[in-house]
């Protein structure tokens, strides 16, 4: 089975610009007001994503005509409160924003409607914003756990006007429900919140956008709300979303981070959203920023390093998720406070991101609405086998930051669809990895030489890949384990303890340099590397070796496999005839007896099963460099090979 991840190369550095995608508070509430209103409504710089999604598929089967007109524009024909299908088994998947605000509409709409989503949602508890609705006369039901979707909502008759009761303790998202289809009424309503509200600043997303729809609601403090009689939503004609201020605090993190200066164009001082204080946070933390009226920019601090904080993050909740990774590469503790709502989003966000900050080395200590980071003490020499993300997409982006320590892999990364579906690629065309150069070819062809000299001339980092086959082979054969055996050497070649020195190979604590190198062993190499299941099982570890300045690796996929994104690429190789005098005059000076006619025939049968393995085979990548080394010296290949990597840099 192919494993789902993807591995994320140490970064030196992050810069640039990157602008942002719709915000999903904004966008999830305009698509259900453009459908509730009078008139079209023409959307643009819609999010498109997996809650967008769920929400149009939605309005669709309820009857509002929803058209794509392309560039993350969409046209929306209002109904006017009134929609057409009265009967409807709506899907929601994951989507908090969608599921709670139509609970509301539909509630008041008079049809008989279902509302499902994933599992995970049926565990995020909705029964204040049910109770708040059956004050009216709601008629709603629990098909599952009291509390808890799925919901069915029948007809029934609704009381209009008064005053009603919602909690605001545990999720804004209720009495944003409960607000935008008030106006379904007609009648005056007033709105009382029990407890002190959480995430104030989404309920000024809910008041901003039903304004926009001709709706203004009286509000006094945060905990009461009227809406006037006679409100109903009016088209405004065309409505552009703003970018997402969520995801911005990943960038912003990076720049506070990586040095910037990284500028994230959407959001800036007149955003509506409130978390674009997330860059106060990090200029308390000490990150440079500044800001414009659509853009906000960081860099790291002019000296030293970040440093710890203690926050109230009750006006930041989501984007307080990615200080708990930038607290990773501060100096003292980071506390985060107020963060209760954690516990019920898309997974328990404290109980979860405890866990993963962990595995980087981090000291965790969580409570009900808090979580106090302590960053290790040195960087994450070794990186954990996968950051888990719970199916939430917020997790898989914050723990992105963690790449500036180390080869990072993060598992189910395609969960970042819910609201950034190309977020890895914004993520890499404003990072600067650690440089790899990757040199391929054939058996006996130099190509070890080379890269050790290269390695040893730049200053870098180097990877003899081949060694951790051999390696393999040699554990199996001390272990009694056979080549062709798969899982059995594939489980050896993930507890492989293997220690690189400059001119030493240690395995579990023995030196193997020159026993791996027997031709036995160059054999079971070969062998091994064509088990799929061995080269799961190394790829990650190889990557590890991927480290400040810069490495030098060398192998048979280097450039196309394990990195593939390698600074230079060369495929070096020579005529077999020379390889196999190469290999003949390496084997005499250790003493070995050899002639050449047997390694001649070994190079040949060796060349055509690598090149013929279904599993990553021995051939040149097109953007590799071809460097034939028949008639080259030593100092002659490392030359060109230099002069390759200074025209990449």
């Known amino acids: 089975m192919v494993m789902d991840f993807v591995d994320l190369p140490p970064l030196l550095s992050a810069k640039g610009v990157v602008r942002l995608p719709g915000?999903?508070?904004?966008?999830?509430?305009?698509?259900?007001?453009?459908?509730?209103?009078?008139?079209?409504?023409?959307?643009?710089?819609?999010?498109?994503?997996?809650?967008?999604?769920?929400?149009?598929?939605?309005l669709r089967l309820l009857g509002v005509v929803v058209e794509s007109l392309g560039d993350r524009a969409y046209r929306v024909h209002g109904v006017a409160g009134k929609f057409p299908c009265r009967q409807a088994e709506l899907f929601l998947g994951n989507a908090g924003t969608a599921f709670r605000s139509l609970t509301g509409a539909l509630a008041l709409a008079g049809g008989h409607y279902t509302l499902t989503g994933v599992a995970r949602m049926h565990e995020r508890p909705i029964g204040d914003l049910v109770d708040a609705l059956r004050q009216l006369g709601a008629d709603i039901r629990y098909l599952g756990n009291e509390k808890f979707p799925p919901l069915e909502i029948r007809p029934s008759a609704i009381r209009s006007g008064g005053v009603l009761q919602v909690r605001g303790d545990l999720s804004s998202q209720f009495l944003t429900g409960l607000l935008m289809a008030l106006p379904l009424t007609g009648v005056e309503t007033t709105v009382e919140v029990?407890?002190?509200?959480?995430?104030q600043p989404y309920i000024e997303i809910t008041l901003a956008t039903m304004a926009r729809f001709g709706v203004q609601v009286e509000r006094q403090g945060w905990q009461r709300f009227t809406l006037p009689a006679g409100h109903a939503y009016r088209s405004p004609g065309v409505v552009s979303v703003?970018?997402?201020?969520?995801?911005?605090?990943?960038?912003?993190?990076?720049?506070?981070?990586?040095?910037?200066?990284?500028?994230?164009?959407?959001?800036?001082?007149?955003?509506?959203?409130?978390?674009?204080?997330?860059?106060?946070a990090l200029a308390l933390m000490g990150a440079r920023v500044e800001r414009g009226p659509n853009w906000i920019e960081t860099a790291g601090p002019l000296?030293?390093?970040?440093?710890?904080?203690?926050?109230?993050?009750?006006?930041?909740?989501?984007?307080?998720?990615?200080?708990?990774?930038?607290?990773?590469?501060?100096?003292?503790?980071?506390?985060?406070?107020?963060?209760a709502s954690w516990r019920v989003k898309e997974t328990d966000r404290i109980a979860a991101m405890a866990t993963e900050l962990r595995k980087l080395g981090a000291a965790v200590e969580?409570?009900?609405?808090?979580?106090?980071?302590?960053?290790?003490?040195?960087?994450?020499?070794?990186?954990?086998?996968?950051?888990?993300?719970?199916?939430?997409?917020?997790?898989?982006?914050?723990?992105?930051?963690?790449?500036f320590a180390n080869t990072l892999r993060i598992n189910d990364p395609g969960c970042v669809t819910k609201t950034f579906p190309d977020f890895f690629a914004r993520f890499a065309a404003v990072t600067q990895p650690v440089p790899v150069i990757a040199i391929d070819g054939p058996?006996?062809?130099?190509?070890?030489?080379?890269?050790?000299?290269?390695?040893?001339?730049?200053?870098?980092?180097?990877?003899?890949?081949?060694?951790?086959y051999r390696l393999t082979a040699l554990a199996c054969r001390r272990a009694g384990v056979t080549w062709d055996d798969e899982a059995a050497t594939a489980t050896i070649a993930a507890g492989l303890d293997v220690v690189f020195g400059e001119n030493s190979i240690r395995l579990s604590g023995d030196e193997?340099?020159?026993?791996?190198?027997?031709?036995?062993?160059?054999?079971?190499?070969?062998?091994?590397?064509?088990?799929?299941?061995?080269?799961?099982?190394?790829?990650?570890?190889?990557?590890?070796?991927?480290?400040?300045?810069?490495?030098?690796?060398?192998?048979?996929?280097?450039?196309?496999?394990?990195?593939?994104?390698?600074?230079?690429?060369?495929?070096?190789?020579?005529?077999?005839?020379?390889?196999?005098?190469?290999?003949?005059?390496q084997l005499i000076e250790k003493g070995i007896a050899a002639s050449i006619l047997p390694l001649l025939l070994d190079l040949r049968e060796r060349d055509q099963r690598d090149s013929q393995r279904s599993v990553a085979p021995l051939q040149q990548s097109e953007d590799a460099n071809l460097l034939d080394t028949t008639d080259l010296t030593i100092e002659q290949a490392v030359s060109q090979v230099l002069s390759w990597s200074k025209q990449g840099a």
């Open 366 to 403: 969580e409570g009900a609405d808090f979580i106090r980071v302590t960053p290790p003490h040195s960087s994450f020499l070794t990186p954990p086998a996968g950051i888990d993300t719970y199916d939430d997409h917020r997790i898989a982006m914050c723990f992105s930051l963690a790449a």
């Open 194 to 199: 029990v407890g002190d509200l959480i995430s």
């Open 303 to 339: 000296q030293g390093k970040l440093h710890g904080i203690d926050l109230d993050c009750k006006h930041i909740p989501d984007a307080a998720m990615t200080l708990a990774t930038t607290a990773l590469f501060a100096e003292g503790a980071t506390t985060l406070r107020n963060i």
């Open 242 to 280: 703003e970018g997402d201020a969520s995801s911005a605090s990943y960038f912003l993190a990076l720049g506070a981070i990586g040095g910037g200066p990284l500028r994230v164009e959407g959001v800036g001082r007149d955003s509506v959203q409130g978390d674009v204080r997330f860059a106060d």
């Open 23 to 58: 915000s999903k508070s904004i966008s999830n509430r305009v698509l259900l007001l453009a459908a509730l209103a009078d008139g079209q409504t023409e959307v643009r710089d819609l999010l498109e994503s997996d809650d967008t999604a769920r929400m149009i598929d939605a």
């Open 512 to 585: 193997v340099n020159d026993a791996i190198r027997d031709e036995e062993i160059s054999s079971g190499a070969s062998q091994v590397a064509a088990l799929p299941a061995v080269r799961d099982a190394l790829l990650f570890r190889q990557r590890v070796f991927r480290r400040a300045p810069g490495l030098v690796a060398d192998g048979r996929d280097m450039g196309s496999v394990v990195f593939p994104d390698a600074l230079t690429k060369v495929f070096l190789t020579a005529s077999v005839e020379v390889r196999a005098e190469r290999r003949h005059k």
């Open 443 to 468: 058996s006996a062809s130099g190509k070890g030489t080379v890269a050790a000299r290269l390695a040893s001339t730049l200053g870098w980092h180097y990877l003899d890949s081949g060694a951790l």
